[in-house]
């Protein structure tokens, strides 16, 4: 039959409890070094995906201005398009190589062109 061991003292004998402290020191000391290795990990992981989302925004922002930019050119040039469309219509209705009848006729370009100018 084993004695009851008062309350705070070690049922093992001295040199195991010392034993046992001194393990029980280096596991804090595992615990504690393990700990702070993970929150540095944790710091450089925010850090990181933290960059990643600048860089993201960064290249979103320059998009958007190109996108921008590439709107108003194409907003220049549909109107230099209806312009130049225009021109060419007022230009088709004055021009004597268009009412010509000898476009009809099929000889070489230069023959007919130089028949149908005005002498």
Request: hydrophobic share 30%; aromatic share 2%; glycine share 4%.
């Amino acid at each position: 039959m084993s004695c009851p061991v008062p309350a705070g003292a070690s049922a093992l004998p001295r040199g195991a409890a010392a034993e046992g402290g001194q393990q029980s020191h280096e596991e804090d000391d595992r615990k504690v070094r393990r700990r702070e290795k993970n929150r540095v990990a944790a710091q450089r992981s925010r850090k990181k995906q933290t960059q990643k989302a600048d860089k993201l925004h960064e290249e979103y922002e320059s998009l958007e201005q190109e996108n921008t930019s590439l709107k108003r050119e194409i907003g220049k040039l549909t109107d230099e398009m209806k312009h130049l469309s225009e021109v060419l219509k007022d230009h088709e209705k004055i021009c004597p190589l268009l009412h010509c009848t000898m476009n009809f006729v099929t000889i070489p370009r230069p023959d007919a062109l130089a028949s149908c100018l005005p002498r």
